[in-house]
């Protein structure tokens, strides 16, 4: 596929060359190498992965800075180092499936190239169900699979050297996450629970088994580790407060704060010996780092300002870390950090893979609070239009993130780079049932409260005047949930919204929640809607149900094998609005799942995407 074409429906000259200089500066933003930091092992080495190859594959990165690329599999990978062994583990998929595998790198001798699929060794091969690696020990691989029944995910750990397998957890629920106690005797299991945007710890092995939190607590848990002498997990929550603390959770179920902050949401990575704790202060989008004693005492700050960090992993013993650092203005840098001093050493500098005559034309956002109807306050990020000119000035373009349990960061995008030197402004908002806020405001949007935060979005189109945008020329884009807000909004708010740029959005909660993999389908409807409850409220809801509204032009984008927002979400939205003589654009990519993990499908979509915001909000010729 390559975009259309779409200077012929632009007035002018300008906007001509305007085009060719925009879809140059998307292409080479998109064509930026992408660094993410894996694991590290006890002589230094950094597995970590890049797109260069065209989607994520691992790369090792040594202690003298050279890199060896490992692997050049047909879709995107991951892997963990098998700790005291020169094995990795690797971790893919199929075109975006989801449906991951897991198999063995041996660097006993290393690649003379990176190798592919043929080349691994394979350790668990499923590829009707989803496997998903979540830890290693120097004898185990611990990892979860939905095979049972395709629902329900178990905890299966498989001993590396004669491929025994046991399940330690079967008490069924979508598990996210998993910790192996430093004994390495049982596992704390972190799951969804069905409380909007809750989880539920529990226990497997000798030192305890079944919930440790309750099922019915509406609170959010993550696991980061278990206490040094193993009487305890500790665990990031909201268990009784609005914003996330670290907690120590004995065995008996009995918590106590170690590291507390009532004003915002602390997030943590124990070490692996249990020693200390990585903690993270999330302020709007942006994290400040420390390192804090076992019992939560400060230890030392860690010497790096406000970041994403986008991966943390310890050394086994407890001495570093390694972590991927992104800001708006850098793609992802990877840093080592000393435990004992904070001192960070940078192993990649994410800055150096930009091309230097965009580097310094990056955009940092400004923050603010947008007013609602009722009383309450929308976070939003501003990246300002870095070249308007006569043709784009005032424009503005509302990125709505997915989730919707989830946020918007101050990360780098080259999507709200490429808008902002384009000529728009871009906002970036937290609309309320985003994470990163609270409790409280997480839950702003559950169930009959959706619509809710779809008016959020007629509050931000109603703000963009008091700071001089043109409120007739404003898009919304966004991709999963934030994909069903631009539907929303050009479905619901008609008069406001001047087109759409849909990304594996839904189009209708009652067709998705019907179709979407059985695995999902509960903790979606704890969020949405149940249909057996609430199909009334589900339909109303729904982008399609107001097709008669639908005015906007759309720009749709979505992977044939998506197993979470089927491709049938578009494709009828597509023939509604072809039946309407609405302008609807769909490209489907056959090689992708949820979203757009391939670099040459992103170089494909996303200029065009851009360039059709350009030629329905450009300002009329004359």
Same mark, same amino acid.
């Given at each position: ?312 992993? @310890? ?100 999507? @709200? ?59 919304? @884009? ?145």
């Amino acid at each position: 596929m390559t975009p259309n074409n779409l200077s012929g429906d632009l007035s002018g000259d300008h906007a001509v060359s305007s085009e060719v200089s925009i879809s140059g500066t998307v292409k080479a933003l998109l064509d930026v190498r992408l660094w993410l930091a894996f694991d590290i092992d006890d002589a230094g080495r950094v597995l970590a992965g890049h797109d260069d190859l065209g989607s994520l594959q691992l790369v090792e990165i040594a202690p003298d800075g050279t890199t060896t690329e490992l692997t050049d599999l047909p879709s995107r990978c991951a892997g963990r180092y098998v700790p005291g062994r020169r094995q990795v583990l690797v971790e893919h998929d199929s075109g975006g499936d989801e449906k991951w595998q897991i198999s063995l790198l041996d660097l006993s001798t290393m690649p003379a190239s990176p190798v592919g699929l043929d080349d691994l060794t394979p350790v668990v091969r499923d590829a009707e169900h989803m496997n998903v690696l979540h830890d290693v020990t120097s004898t185990s691989l611990i990892y979860s699979t939905n095979r049972r029944n395709e629902v329900d995910m178990d905890i299966v750990v498989r001993d590396l050297d004669s491929g025994e397998e046991t399940v330690v957890f079967d008490d069924g629920g979508y598990v996210v996450q998993t910790s192996v106690s430093h004994d390495e005797s049982s596992v704390a299991v972190t799951a969804l629970s069905l409380q909007p945007n809750g989880t539920v710890v529990s226990l497997a092995g000798p030192l305890g088994s079944g919930a440790l939190t309750s099922p019915d607590e509406h609170a959010n848990h993550h696991v980061v580790g278990w206490a040094v002498d193993d009487d305890g997990v500790l665990v990031a929550s909201d268990h009784d407060r609005d914003h996330h603390a670290v907690w120590h959770v004995d065995l008996e179920g009995t918590w106590r704060i170690l590291v507390e902050d009532d004003e915002h949401d602390l997030g943590a990575a124990a070490s692996r010996d249990g020693s200390c704790l990585l903690v993270s202060h999330h302020v709007d989008g942006l994290d400040v780092l420390a390192i804090h004693e076992a019992d939560g005492r400060h230890r030392v700050d860690v010497d790096l300002g406000p970041v994403v960090p986008l991966s943390v992993r @310890w050394a086994d013993d407890g001495s570093r870390f390694v972590l991927t650092a992104m800001t708006p203005v850098d793609p992802g840098s990877i840093l080592s950090v000393d435990a004992a001093t904070g001192a960070v050493t940078q192993l990649v500098d994410g800055r150096a893979t930009l091309p230097s005559e965009l580097r310094d034309r990056l955009v940092t956002p400004t923050v603010h609070r947008i007013p609602t109807p009722d009383g309450e306050r929308v976070p939003c990020f501003r990246f300002a239009a870095a070249s308007p000119d006569d043709v784009l000035a005032g424009a503005s373009v509302v990125h709505v993130h997915g989730g919707p349990e989830s946020e918007a960061t101050r990360m780098f995008s080259a999507v @709200w780079q490429s808008l902002a030197m384009a000529g728009f402004d871009v906002l970036v908002p937290n609309v309320r049932g985003s994470a990163g806020y609270g409790k409280r405001w997480v839950s702003l949007d559950d169930l009959e409260l959706r619509l809710d935060s779809v008016a959020d979005l007629a509050a931000i189109h109603d703000w963009l005047p008091s700071v001089g945008l043109d409120a007739s020329r404003s898009a919304l @884009w966004g991709g999963s949930y934030g994909g069903y807000m631009v539907l929303a909004g050009v479905a619901m708010q008609p008069d406001r919204w001047a087109a759409g740029v849909d990304i594996v959005g839904i189009s209708s909660l009652v067709t998705f929640l019907e179709n979407t993999s059985a695995y999902r389908r509960a903790y979606r409807e704890r969020e949405y809607g149940f249909l057996d409850r609430h199909r009334d409220f589900l339909e109303k809801a729904s982008p399609l149900t107001y097709l008669d509204d639908m005015v906007a032009p759309l720009f749709v984008i979505h992977g044939a094998n998506d197993p979470r927002v089927p491709l049938s979400e578009a494709r009828q939205i597509k023939a509604a609005l072809d039946g309407k003589g609405v302008d609807c654009e769909l490209r489907v990519y056959d090689d992708e799942g949820h979203g757009l993990a391939k670099r040459a499908n992103r170089i494909d979509a996303y200029p065009a995407a851009i360039e059709f915001l350009v030629q329905h909000l450009s300002r009329p010729a004359g």
